[in-house]
C-alpha cells in the first residue's frame, strides 16, 4: 500500500510521476558521490529507474563503496 511508502508514497498520491528514496534513513554527507552519480545519469537518459540502477551499479564497481549509504534507494513511478 502507498501509506509504507513515506514520502515517496506522497508523492505518488499527490500526482508526482517519478520519486527517488532510501527505504532507511541515511545521512546527506554520505549519499553526496551517489547522488550526484544519479543525477549525472539521469542528465543523460532522462529516465528514473534506469539512472538509479546505472548509479548502484558504479557503486557495486567500486571496491570503497559502502551499500549502506546507496543500496536502499528505489524509484517508484506513476506511469
Known sequence: SV???GL???GLR???VNT???LWGIPDETTTDFMLRFYQALNHTGN???SLR?????EIKNP???PYSWA????????
Open 48 to 50: 528514473y529507474s534506469s
Open 8 to 10: 515517496n508514497g506522497i
Open 3 to 5: 501509506e509504507i511508502l
Open 64 to 66: 570503497l563503496s559502502r
Open 72 to 79: 536502499g534507494f528505489i524509484s517508484l513511478t506513476n506511469e
Open 20 to 22: 527517488v528514496g532510501s
Open 54 to 58: 546505472q548509479a548502484q551499479l558504479r
Open 14 to 16: 499527490t500526482g508526482i
